[in-house]
């Protein structure tokens, strides 16, 4: 699912969950802060995504958990507790353009394929679904089982779009946040947010 190339989507949330690739959702904080056309974010990060932030960034806490990951203050990402289910994502009726999952695990891939909604980012993601707005899940596992690709089907047809956590090595990343930033990129553009600077294939340099 796209957005139609002349709809700006300004309003967004993002979910961080416990699966491995903590730079990934560092580049697109950073990304979505940086863009004019983003007016605001809804960041959930899952308890399980804390411990993986502490393991691979040695960031602990959520306490003052953007800045730490933007190292500045943002205006335009507010943070929305895991468990409170009554927050305005949960809503339809909140003015939400789509929701992006990064990195995304496999428990969280299950909740939101079987329809669980046992916490804000799987009954945002449920909101998502039902309204028919874009729904990214960009998961992260390898190898995949039954059950996983089962979900990732189930998920689909109910409308998300399954965009897994893969980096491209024909622009020549220099670093993993380089490679990550190129993902995150694509991802973005997916959404109707295409990024300047982002490495097309068949341009020159």
């Not at 507010?78 to 929701?99: F, K, L, R, T, V």
């Not at 799987?122 to 059950?147: M, S, Y």
């Not at 980096?167 to 991802?187: D, H, W």
Request: hydrophobic share 45%.
């Amino acid at each position: 699912m796209v957005l139609n190339a002349n709809a700006v989507p300004r309003n967004l949330t993002l979910a961080i969950t416990g699966a491995s690739g903590s730079v990934y959702a560092v580049e697109i904080l950073k990304a979505l802060e940086a863009d004019v056309r983003v007016a605001r974010v809804n960041l959930v990060i899952s308890d399980s995504a804390l411990r993986v932030l502490a393991e691979e960034l040695e960031i602990r806490g959520r306490a003052d958990l953007v800045e730490r990951l933007l190292g500045r203050s943002s205006n335009k990402i507010e943070q929305q507790g895991e468990g409170n289910i009554g927050a305005n994502i949960a809503s339809g009726s909140y003015p939400s353009d789509g929701m992006v999952v990064l990195p995304c695990s496999m428990g969280t891939l299950a909740g939101i394929a079987n329809g669980m909604a046992s916490n804000l980012i799987e009954r945002a993601a449920d909101v998502c679904l039902k309204e028919r707005r874009p729904l990214l899940l960009c998961v992260r596992e390898t190898p995949f089982n039954r059950i996983h690709l089962r979900n990732m089907q189930l998920a689909s047809d109910a409308g998300a779009v399954i965009f897994p956590v893969m980096p491209t090595l024909y622009n020549k990343p220099q670093s993993t946040s380089e490679m990550a930033l190129q993902f995150v990129q694509r991802v973005l553009a997916h959404i109707g947010l295409p990024q300047a600077g982002a490495y097309q294939w068949g341009e020159e340099g």
